[in-house]
């Protein structure tokens, strides 16, 4: 169990970070540091941590997933001030960057173990798409709890198969703006060629989370798969531009405008130094921050099987 409820770690220092392979009810847990959350990938913040004195010790912190419940009743509760759903490689982690200059906010990008709770109805069918949501919530409770501060807003990059899950936390969060980011469809696949996803390789994630047959036939083109998932995406944000709490991006807007309609969106005014830490940082590549960034010219033309993903873009 947590061993950690003790004068030296509390429980608003800690998170739980993954779910244990051969048992996925127990979740593993790390100790926090005296930093912000600041990583373009949650993922990175997590390499960060696993090698900091805290977490180099001889046992591991190990509790159910119920507990989470249990512990997140006893912190106050904060909603997301937006949620980024995006269609992968359309500007999510440069927006994700700019709101991270402001100290006083809390990005969670990509985190790997909502994404794992999300989907964990899809490993265990023990565990319903309600319950996994309602673990969701209180992973995230206690996400905010072991930030450096308590955060003034708080913002979630979803993955990209996250709208997928759509639905699932609309319910949890009615009132939330919900940001859809998308490209032309062509862009992003040759975005894919180069560095691919683990969504764009079958296998990875469960079929049916895109909503694609358990015994569908094995893919060998990773381009044609790539542009059934973006048909499964396309349609889905063009079923929920519905959603009057929702906001719809496309990605030759620019960056600042984009974070314009993200401000607007979550009633967030900001005073032209802090817009100016915005527009800095959108000088440069989402993923990579030391790198200035420049938009490649790319070809377009359109292979037959990827038509039906721009009628729908």
């Keep these: 169990m947590l ?14 970070y993954r779910l244990l392979k051969n048992d996925p009810l127990i979740c593993e847990w790390l100790q926090n540091d005296a930093h912000p959350f600041a990583e373009p990938f949650f993922d990175e913040t997590i390499s960060r941590l696993k090698y900091s004195p805290d977490n180099r010790r001889k046992f591991r912190m190990l509790a159910h997933i119920d507990m ?12 997301p001030a937006a949620i980024i759903f995006h269609i992968s490689r359309c500007g999510s982690t440069l927006f994700s960057q700019m709101l991270s ?26 565990i319903s798409k309600a319950k996994a949501g309602s673990l969701f919530d209180a992973a995230l409770q206690v996400y905010i709890q072991a930030g450096y501060t308590r955060p003034e807003k708080l913002f979630i990059k979803a993955d990209s198969w996250h709208l997928h899950f759509y639905e699932a936390l609309r319910i949890l969060y009615p009132d939330v703006p919900f940001i859809l980011l998308y490209r032309h469809p062509m862009e992003v696949l040759r975005s894919q060629q180069k560095r691919r996803g ?17 015994d569908m036939p ?29 906001i719809l991006i496309n990605y030759n807007e620019g960056p600042m405008a984009g974070l314009e309609k993200i401000l607007s969106a979550t009633g967030i005014t ?8 915005m527009e800095e940082r959108a000088g440069f590549h989402g993923k990579y ?20 993903n721009i009628e729908l873009y």
């Design 3 to 16: 061993a950690s409820m003790n004068k030296t770690y509390r429980l608003q220092q800690q998170f739980p």
């Design 68 to 79: 989470l419940e249990e512990w997140a009743a006893t912190t106050e509760k904060q909603y």
């Design 101 to 126: 200059t402001q100290l006083k906010y809390m990005v969670l990008a990509e985190v790997p173990f909502f994404d794992a709770l999300l989907r964990l109805p899809f490993k265990n069918n023990t």
């Design 198 to 214: 683990i969504q764009s390789v079958p296998g990875m994630i469960e079929p049916g989370v895109f909503g694609f047959s358990e």
């Design 218 to 246: 094995g893919y060998y083109d990773l381009d044609k798969y790539m542009s059934d998932v973006l048909q499964s995406y396309f349609e889905k944000m063009i079923r929920f531009a519905g959603d009057p709490n929702s």
């Design 270 to 277: 900001l005073p032209v130094a802090d817009l100016k830490k």
């Design 289 to 308: 921050p030391g790198q200035v960034f420049s938009k490649e010219s790319l070809d377009e033309t359109a292979y037959p099987f990827m038509l039906n």
